[in-house]
């Protein structure tokens, strides 16, 4: 899309680099492609709202940029849709699996340049509840981990080492299972867990050793679930998954699916987390995959996943 407008999302909380820095080198390749571009800057409540209106205002199809971590991405994913422009990504975050995962580079100049000369792929988006999601969405125990997670960074940093403590501090904390009951493209189980994950990217489940990571290369959503655990043997299970050692069926229960609805009787309400934000949504909990529904601006030729 060499002639695309570009409208940037630049998120200064992303990650632990110099917002000063990131935005240079944006411009200089930019600069250097002589592309016509925007830069915003707006709070994250704000980001759906403020890309709206630029793009009703630009009356072209471009590119809508997300240059942050996971939150700026998924508004901006969701503004994307909304307009029917594509997405670009610039990561910023700390982990970035989805910018990995397409093979896009993490360095900011890097990054950019795939906007000027990369070209589009269409890839798969989630929901629940309505709610869009590129990586995951989870309910029980990884939402409390990822809120307590930021809890932690807020006060400490964005580093992984913090990251990790926080994890192993909410594990050995956790109680709760849940009685829960799925369908599962049309077949029903009932499940007691502390948690269910949907995942949605491959490079996140391949981290972990699992061969269900196949289903989201197919588009099809990976659902995990541990069985009820004692604090012990979830920090042993934490891990395995570190270790990339997990076992299917005997670690954790894995199934793949297109389309699944979730239960908790007698609950009308959940937290769940959904690419990292948490949102409350009413039960049950609907979650489906939309293949081939976003267009992403990608290398020519991905760099290798690590």
Same mark, same amino acid.
């Given at each position: 899309?060499?002639?695309?407008?570009?409208?940037?999302?630049?998120?200064?909380?992303?990650?632990?680099?110099?917002?000063?820095?990131?935005?240079?080198?944006?411009?200089?390749?930019l600069?250097? $492609?002589?592309? #016509?571009?925007?830069? +915003?800057?707006?709070?994250?409540?704000?980001?759906? %709202?403020?890309?709206?209106e630029?793009?009703?205002?630009?009356?072209?199809?471009? =590119?809508?940029?997300?240059?942050?971590?996971?939150?700026?991405?998924?508004?901006?994913?969701?503004?994307?849709?909304?307009?029917?422009?594509?997405?670009?990504?610039?990561?910023? &975050?700390?982990?970035?699996f989805y910018?990995?995962?397409?093979?896009?580079?993490?360095?900011?100049?890097?990054?950019?340049? +795939?906007?000027?000369?990369? #070209?589009?792929?269409?890839v798969? =988006? &989630?929901?629940?509840?309505?709610?869009?999601?590129?990586?995951?969405?989870?309910?029980?125990?990884?939402?409390?981990?990822?809120?307590?997670?930021?809890?932690?960074?807020?006060?400490?940093?964005?580093?992984?080492?913090?990251?990790?403590?926080? $994890?192993?501090?909410?594990?050995?904390?956790?109680?709760?299972?849940?009685?829960?009951?799925?369908?599962?493209? &049309?077949?029903?189980?009932?499940?007691?867990?502390?948690?269910?994950?949907?995942?949605?990217?491959?490079?996140?489940?391949?981290?972990?050793?699992?061969?269900?990571? %196949?289903?989201?290369?197919?588009?099809?959503?990976?659902?995990?679930?541990?069985?009820?655990?004692?604090?012990?043997?979830?920090?042993w299970? $934490?891990?395995? &998954?570190?270790?990339?050692?997990?076992?299917?069926?005997?670690?954790?229960?894995?199934?793949?699916?297109?389309?699944?609805?979730?239960?908790?009787p007698?609950?009308?309400?959940?937290?769940?987390? =959904?690419?990292?934000?948490?949102?409350?949504?009413?039960?049950?909990?609907?979650?489906?995959?939309?293949?081939?529904?976003?267009?992403?601006? =990608?290398?020519?030729?991905?760099?290798?996943?690590?």
């Open positions: 899309m060499p002639d695309a407008p570009l409208i940037i999302v630049l998120n200064a909380g992303s990650g632990h680099d110099d917002k000063d820095q990131s935005e240079s080198a944006i411009r200089a390749v600069d250097a $492609a002589g592309r #016509t571009y925007e830069i +915003v800057s707006p709070e994250p409540g704000a980001i759906a %709202t403020t890309l709206a630029r793009v009703a205002r630009t009356g072209r199809t471009g =590119v809508l940029v997300a240059a942050g971590g996971d939150g700026t991405l998924n508004a901006v994913a969701g503004a994307a849709l909304d307009a029917g422009w594509a997405l670009g990504i610039v990561p910023l &975050g700390t982990f970035n910018a990995r995962d397409l093979g896009i580079p993490l360095e900011a100049g890097a990054a950019t340049q +795939v906007l000027v000369d990369g #070209t589009t792929r269409a798969a =988006v &989630g929901r629940i509840n309505g709610h869009l999601f590129l990586n995951n969405a989870s309910f029980g125990l990884y939402r409390q981990l990822l809120e307590d997670r930021e809890e932690v960074k807020h006060r400490f940093g964005r580093y992984r080492l913090i990251a990790g403590i926080a $994890a192993l501090w909410t594990l050995w904390r956790h109680r709760r299972n849940y009685r829960l009951r799925l369908d599962i493209d &049309g077949r029903v189980e009932k499940w007691r867990t502390p948690m269910v994950f949907f995942g949605l990217n491959a490079l996140q489940l391949e981290k972990l050793a699992l061969q269900i990571a %196949t289903c989201a290369a197919e588009d099809r959503l990976a659902i995990l679930a541990p069985p009820p655990l004692p604090r012990w043997r979830l920090l299970l $934490a891990l395995k &998954g570190a270790a990339h050692q997990l076992e299917e069926g005997r670690d954790i229960a894995c199934r793949c699916a297109t389309q699944v609805t979730m239960d908790w007698g609950h009308h309400r959940a937290r769940v987390a =959904v690419d990292g934000e948490s949102v409350e949504c009413r039960l049950p909990l609907s979650v489906e995959v939309k293949p081939r529904a976003l267009r992403v601006l =990608v290398p020519r030729q991905p760099e290798v996943r690590e």
